[in-house]
């Protein structure tokens, strides 16, 4: 896709946002998009899956505009499965603020995320193969830049 004013124009329709504290965006969720894009560049293949998490209870709404009310995320996720042998996945939730931890402290199992969420992610992976993957956290099956950051 080439990448117009009128592609750049169409980024901003309310039905493509999702609103991210400034704290959060310019700090721990750009150092977890550079991490993603580097296990990009050390596996063969992987698919990433990013969404908002809202609390049942959460009905904060801003106005952005005029009288344009929408939900501001309580968090974020971000699911990535290598399918590089030996397969494996990774996740992490974080909530929609500024954080200096590591990203390795974010760090959950996809089935906490889809239990967060609803979701299903992957339906097609056998049962076996779900239930390897996506019930286990190991950080260290990972290249990291630098120490988990």
């Given at each position: 896709m ?11 329709f309310?039905?493509?946002i ?7 965006n310019?700090g ?5 998009e550079?991490?993603?894009r ?13 969404g ?19 939900a ?20 992490f ?5 500024g954080?200096?931890?590591?990203l ?20 097609t ?13 190991s950080v ?5 830049l630098?120490?988990?950051?």
């Amino acid at each position: 896709m080439a990448y117009t004013v009128i592609t750049m124009d169409n980024s901003f329709f309310m039905s493509n946002i999702s609103p991210q504290t400034p704290k959060f965006n310019r700090g721990i969720w750009s150092r977890l998009e550079k991490q993603v894009r580097n296990f990009a560049l050390t596996e063969n293949e992987i698919y990433v899956i990013t969404g908002p998490v809202f609390k049942n209870d959460d009905t904060r709404l801003i106005s952005i505009g005029k009288n344009n009310p929408i939900a501001v995320p309580y968090a974020y996720y971000k699911v990535i499965y290598d399918l590089t042998p030996p397969q494996k996945m990774i996740a992490f939730i974080i909530p929609n603020t500024g954080s200096k931890k590591s990203l390795a402290q974010f760090a959950v199992t996809v089935s906490t995320v889809e239990q967060m969420t609803g979701l299903e992610f992957f339906p097609t992976l056998s049962d076996k193969t779900k239930k390897q993957l996506e019930t286990t956290i190991s950080v260290t099956d990972w290249t990291w830049l630098g120490d988990r950051k």
